[in-house]
């Protein structure tokens, strides 16, 4: 079978792109089943630079086909932030529910129409001896006042989607990965995939 590491270290993550593909075809592994991975450091300023470094350091390590993802949530109202900084948003610990805390305080007493977000998933496929590609995804929604529903991971509680009228955390795994910024970018990647694995 072909093999395949994701270059995260995210359980949420890991968990999603091993549903996101067929069961059988591709065996999925992530950092977190490899001992003593490497930490790759996210020096980049956008999405698409860090998915490159995670990506191209760890297939070099490995000597295999890698896909990173690097992605984050987007708040207009905080002109774009949390951003790259997602994941440690409150602290390097990076502590999802001090994370949410965080976002729900600076939101505080604004309004719905402003309480516009999107989340971003950058993806990039990295082989010894070929050219690094990127794709990118999104999904459109707002900040809710609180947290609704115990799916998914990360911000997803609070991440209202425009188009299923819930949160990421109240939909299921499937309608997640027919909607999500992760699988769109998948989607994308899938046409160029073949060349790598
Ligand atoms: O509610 C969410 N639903 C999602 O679908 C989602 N995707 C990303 N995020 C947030 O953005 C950070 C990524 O930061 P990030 O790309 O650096 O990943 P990470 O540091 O957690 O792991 P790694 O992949 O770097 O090892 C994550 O920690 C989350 O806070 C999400 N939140
Ligand atoms: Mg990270």
């Known amino acids: 079978m072909k093999k395949l590491i994701i270059a995260t270290k995210n359980e949420g993550k890991a968990r999603e792109f091993r549903s996101l ?10 950092l977190l089943d490899l001992e003593e991975p490497l930490d790759v450091e996210e020096t980049g300023n956008t999405f698409t630079e860090n998915a490159i470094l995670k990506a191209e350091e760890i297939s070099r390590k490995y000597q295999t086909t890698v ?13 774009g932030a949390p951003g790259v900084y997602s ?9 999802d529910q001090d994370n949410i805390n965080k976002v729900l ?17 950058a993806l990039a496929v ?7 590609k990127t794709v990118t995804g999104t999904v459109d929604g707002y900040i809710n006042e609180q947290r609704e529903g115990n799916g998914g991971f990360g911000y997803d509680p609070i991440f209202f989607v425009k188009d299923k009228c819930r949160t990421m955390a109240e939909l299921t795994k499937e309608e997640k ?4 910024h992760r699988a769109n970018a998948l989607e994308k990647l899938q046409g160029i995939l073949p060349e790598y694995i």
């Not at 896909?67 to 002109?79: P, R, T």
């Not at 994941?87 to 502590?95: C, H, I, L, Q």
């Not at 305080?105 to 998933?121: D, I, Q, W």
């Open 126 to 132: 990295s082989s010894p001896g070929k050219e690094t």
């Open 105 to 121: 305080k600076e939101l505080s007493g604004v309004p719905a129409n402003k309480r516009t977000a999107r989340f971003v998933c």
């Open 67 to 79: 896909i990173a993802d690097d992605s984050g949530l987007e708040i207009d109202y905080l002109n």
């Open 21 to 30: 593909f067929p069961e059988g075809e591709v065996e999925v592994l992530s």
């Open 177 to 180: 990965n027919a909607i999500s």
């Open 87 to 95: 994941a440690r948003y409150a602290g390097a610990e990076k502590n």
